[in-house]
């Protein structure tokens, strides 16, 4: 079911903003309260008001599940490769990089996108349920 023509608009708008809030959570969460996972669900929140509001099979052209999918493994896989470069580097992740923000930086960034694929991934599994109904 498709909303009203406010509520699609409305929405076109507002997602830019999210996922703009949601990278700058990721990229600022050492620095300011927040971070990868608070950055990681407001991305999602951006993917699922678009398909709430315009109907699963239109975003299902742009979005495909199986980038969600692709999303969410390989930033599982970047977790573990950074924890091993961290247990290289002496201690399971250490500190190794001399920036600011050292290794919570990267590390905020994959969470987010582990956790936005992740809630995306779940919310596209709930409504292949409920379309098959």
Same mark, same amino acid.
């Given at each position: 079911?498709?909303?009203?023509?406010?509520? %699609?608009?409305?929405?076109?708008?507002?997602?830019?903003?999210?996922?703009?809030?949601?990278?700058?959570?990721?990229?600022?969460?050492?620095?300011?309260?927040?971070?990868?996972?608070?950055?990681?669900?407001?991305?999602?929140?951006?993917?699922?008001?678009?398909?709430?509001? =315009?109907?699963?099979?239109?975003?299902?052209? %742009?979005? =495909?599940?199986?980038?969600?999918?692709?999303?969410?493994?390989?930033?599982?896989?970047?977790?573990?490769?950074?924890?091993?470069?961290?247990?290289?580097?002496?201690?399971?992740?250490?500190?190794?990089?001399?920036?600011?923000?050292?290794?919570?930086?990267?590390?905020?960034?994959?969470?987010?996108?582990?956790?936005?694929?992740?809630?995306?991934?779940?919310?596209?599994?709930?409504?292949?349920?409920?379309?098959?109904?």
């Amino acid at each position: 079911m498709k909303m009203s023509v406010v509520v %699609r608009t409305t929405t076109k708008m507002v997602s830019p903003f999210l996922v703009t809030y949601a990278a700058y959570l990721m990229l600022y969460g050492h620095v300011s309260p927040g971070g990868g996972f608070q950055g990681g669900v407001i991305l999602a929140v951006a993917v699922i008001l678009l398909i709430t509001s =315009h109907g699963y099979r239109k975003v299902r052209r %742009r979005f =495909h599940f199986n980038w969600a999918s692709l999303i969410e493994s390989s930033a599982g896989v970047m977790l573990v490769l950074l924890g091993v470069v961290g247990l290289m580097a002496g201690a399971f992740y250490a500190n190794f990089l001399d920036t600011e923000g050292g290794i919570i930086l990267p590390f905020n960034v994959i969470v987010g996108l582990e956790v936005g694929a992740a809630f995306t991934f779940v919310f596209y599994i709930l409504l292949r349920w409920v379309e098959s109904d």
